[in-house]
């Protein structure tokens, strides 16, 4: 069954603690957090000062996107402001750095994710799958919320899923009741959606008819999204 992990970018940043009490009582168990450096992406969001206070405001599980050129100088700050899991960018480390990167985020205790730009290959990246906890695809080129669908990343993630049987599968971007059926029936278990949650009339039965899509079933969207 996929998890739904509202992402805090398309909250009400005025009200944090009220909108991830919104999260909880909707069913929500983890959070997803985008922090962006304004280098690796052009925009700007926050670090580990404000995620240390939404630690304390709230019990569910803080996953963290770090959208930033160097993350490694910083991952400690974020794991110690109170992040369950912390996914890197293979597009900031690169090949070289990966391993070392992966072991740092391991040694730190959290949970370690990859994630992957949409024109990223991650097949040439297999080799450090069996070493995390989870991939993430971004879904669309990261940055901002609310944007379309990329549905070129799709052969990705089934690439990935037919590799991988068990590795957990998150996707980032254009997440929806429109593309939710698609991405699960290719193997996505760990839905990441900022707008479609946050935005939706009925954020609980959005949540309790995502988690109940099943990888098994055939989307009814697959036609139009495939070529
Ligand atoms: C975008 C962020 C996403 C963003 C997704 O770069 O990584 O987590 O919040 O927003 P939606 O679901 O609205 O596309
Ligand atoms: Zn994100």
């Known amino acids: 069954m996929p998890q739904v992990l509202p992402s805090l970018l398309s909250a009400?940043?005025?009200r944090l603690a009220d909108e991830m009490e919104r999260c909880r009582v909707a069913g929500a168990r983890t959070l997803h957090l985008d922090v962006m450096d304004a280098h690796f992406v052009p925009n700007l969001t926050f670090g580990p000062p404000v995620i240390s206070c939404l630690r304390k405001a709230t019990p569910l599980q803080l996953d963290v996107h770090?959208?930033?050129?160097?993350?490694?100088?910083?991952?400690?700050?974020?794991?110690?402001?109170?992040?369950?899991?912390?996914?890197?960018?293979?597009?900031?480390?690169?090949?070289?750095?990966?391993?070392?990167?992966?072991?740092?985020?391991?040694?730190l205790g959290c949970q370690v994710g990859l994630s992957f730009n949409p024109d990223t290959d991650?097949?040439?990246?297999?080799?450090?799958?069996?070493?995390?906890?989870?991939?993430?695809?971004?879904?669309?080129?990261p940055g901002f919320?609310?944007?379309?669908?990329?549905?070129?990343?799709?052969?990705?993630?089934?690439?990935?899923?037919?590799?991988?049987?068990?590795?957990?599968?998150?996707?980032?971007?254009?997440?929806?009741?429109?593309?939710i059926p698609t991405i699960v029936a290719d193997g996505a278990d760990r839905l990441v959606c900022g707008n479609a949650f946050f935005h939706d009339p009925d954020p609980a039965a959005f949540l309790a008819w995502a988690e109940s899509v099943s990888s098994l079933q055939p989307p009814a969207s697959s036609l139009q999204l495939l070529p």
């Open 145 to 179: 919320g609310g944007q379309a669908f990329i549905p070129e990343v799709r052969d990705y993630v089934r690439a990935t899923r037919a590799r991988f049987p068990r590795l957990p599968i998150q996707v980032d971007g254009g997440i929806n009741r429109e593309t």
């Open 66 to 107: 770090l959208m930033m050129s160097d993350p490694m100088r910083y991952a400690a700050d974020f794991r110690k402001a109170g992040a369950d899991a912390i996914t890197i960018h293979v597009e900031a480390v690169g090949q070289r750095r990966v391993e070392a990167a992966i072991s740092g985020l391991r040694a």
């Open 12 to 14: 009400d940043f005025a």
């Open 122 to 141: 991650p097949r040439l990246w297999f080799t450090w799958f069996d070493r995390v906890d989870l991939v993430m695809f971004m879904t669309v080129y």
